[in-house]
């Protein structure tokens, strides 16, 4: 057997036990025989999963990387860096021993099952029904992995408890519209709300008062993260950055401000932008659906980038268990199994008691749409899908993935899509908020700032609404390092396309670039550094 066959054996065997031990990621993959099955939950199974990593590690250590192709080669490094950022996450930052996250993953679990329609609906709704069936029991068992419960976190997974009903309810409407028989359903729809209940009145009654408030990681092992990540800049010299860029950014709101209205005040002329929206939420959403098609129908006619054939992008509203930890919009991407690459962009109905459309504004939604659809994350996320490497498909990096479409808003904007002052001011309005997030990854990660101050900074630095900036910095305090990954990762995607100017010479035009990065597989910065120089002939 050659050296690669061996390596493909390898990489296969990994991927399968992957996808067994984890059929949520599984379905999300598009590999469907696992649809109707829910994880271990049990502190073991995370266990026995730290210990695979392991093993996994050591295999591809030992694989001799000089006898691959220079692809596979390059996947084989790749999979020792994934894994070893994966390790040190479940085993040095243990946020699953924290966080009692069982109720997000039965909403995992059943959001692309209702969303996708990969297959008729009666099929997906029995692997549904057999999904909430296994739930209680998943339930019970997430109960194990928690040995050191955050306050907050706790929080945050009532909050989604409490939520989650309501999306269970779509799913028995779903059914009743396609004149499904549904009494099992709703039996075991029922069982689950009393699990549910069950759950949350362990969440306040025995994790709640044993927790504590400290959830940052502290700065030795947020270095180590990114220094994992790949990056050449410790914790303190990102901050510094962040801090510089968003004095810059607010400097440059303030002169785009003035080209609009010189006797108004920033504040002002943000007010009115935002007061233009549509007069309804369902109104706002389907003026997004339109605009996605417009950034698509912009990207082809300007060159942009190639848009691989096969691809579809869903507009849909935020489900309700989602909606306390994404106060805006997100991004779910393709399955790479399936062979139509539809990805889902969610868009979030903001409190009744607000102004609530203030976010889904005009000139804000030309800018997400870019974000989000084209040629942001779902562009990015297809090419990712279509990538034949099953390593790639597991590890990629989130520093190049949001930085790209961060990258994106700027490049369109200069290219002309919908580039008035209003859409200027809005999209550096966003600058300011993605320089901000730097700041608090920072500062949360390395415990410099409170909870409630950076709630205050956010809203104080944005003008973001209390409510909307404290869902977003409830996010942050779980998912250390990946804020910064925005506008940090713009700034490494534009100092990859000075190198590649100064490289290629005469051969680079943007759409080859773009291209290229696109093409492959959505690998952190410190790999791409070198497809870059490997693509100077």
Request: glycine letters at 4%; charged letters at 25%; one cysteine or more.
């Amino acid at each position: 057997m050659s050296s690669v066959e061996k390596f493909d054996n390898l990489v296969e065997e990994m991927f399968n036990y992957l996808m067994k031990q984890h059929p949520i990621y599984a379905t999300y993959m598009g590999l469907h025989q696992f649809d109707g099955d829910m994880p271990e939950g049990s502190r073991e199974s995370n266990l026995k999963d730290i210990e695979s990593i392991r093993h996994y590690l050591s295999l591809f250590v030992d694989f001799p990387g000089t006898d691959l192709p220079r692809e596979r080669s390059l996947d084989r490094v790749l999979a020792i860096h994934g894994l070893t950022l994966d390790l040190f996450e479940r085993e040095s930052l243990r946020f699953w021993e924290s966080i009692p996250e069982g109720v997000n993953a039965l909403g995992d679990a059943l959001f692309p099952l209702i969303a996708k329609d990969f297959a008729p609906f009666e099929i997906r709704l029995d692997s549904i029904l057999q999904r909430i069936e296994k739930s209680p029991k998943y339930l019970e068992e997430t109960k194990s992995r928690i040995k050191k419960p955050v306050k907050l976190w706790v929080e945050i997974s009532a909050e989604s408890s409490k939520n989650l009903p309501h999306f269970l309810d779509t799913i028995i409407s779903s059914a009743k519209s396609y004149n499904l028989n549904t009494p099992r359903l709703e039996n075991a729809v029922k069982e689950l709300c009393e699990s549910l209940k069950e759950y949350e009145d362990w969440l306040y009654a025995e994790l709640l008062p044993n927790s504590h408030d400290e959830f940052a990681v502290g700065q030795k092992k947020f270095d180590k993260l990114l220094q994992l990540r790949g990056f050449e800049m410790n914790s303190s010299e990102i901050l510094a950055f962040g801090e510089s860029s968003i004095k810059k950014e607010k400097l440059r709101l303030k002169e785009i401000s003035k080209k609009i209205d010189s006797s108004a005040s920033v504040q002002q002329v943000k007010a009115k932008i935002k007061s233009k929206h549509p007069a309804s939420f369902e109104d706002a959403l389907n003026i997004v659906k339109q605009t996605v098609k417009d950034a698509k129908q912009f990207v082809v006619d300007n060159g942009f980038a190639t848009i691989p054939e096969g691809e579809n992008l869903i507009v849909m509203e935020t489900p309700s268990y989602l909606k306390h930890i994404i106060p805006f919009a997100a991004y779910f991407s393709p399955a790479r199994f399936e062979t139509s690459k539809v990805g889902i962009y969610i868009t979030t109905r903001q409190d009744e008691k607000t102004d609530s459309l203030v976010e889904l504004n005009y000139a804000s939604i030309a800018n997400t749409a870019v974000h989000e659809g084209y040629p942001g994350h779902h562009l990015q996320l297809t090419y990712n899908a279509l990538h034949p490497s099953l390593i790639r498909s597991l590890y990629s990096g989130t520093e190049f993935i949001e930085g790209w479409a961060h990258y994106c808003e700027e490049s369109m904007q200069l290219l002309g899509w919908r580039n008035t002052l209003e859409a200027q001011f809005m999209q550096t309005v966003d600058l300011v908020w993605r320089a901000a997030r730097i700041i608090l990854d920072v500062k949360i990660s390395t415990n410099q700032i409170s909870f409630e101050n950076a709630v205050n900074m956010l809203v104080e630095e944005t003008g973001m609404i209390k409510s909307t900036a404290t869902a977003e910095v409830k996010r942050y305090t779980y998912t250390p390092g990946y804020q910064l990954s925005y506008y940090l990762g713009k700034h490494f995607i534009k100092a990859l396309k000075k190198d590649a100017k100064e490289l290629w010479g005469e051969r680079f035009s943007d759409k080859m670039f773009h291209d290229i990065l696109l093409s492959s597989g959505g690998m952190p910065i410190k790999f791409l550094k070198q497809i870059i120089i490997d693509s100077k002939t």
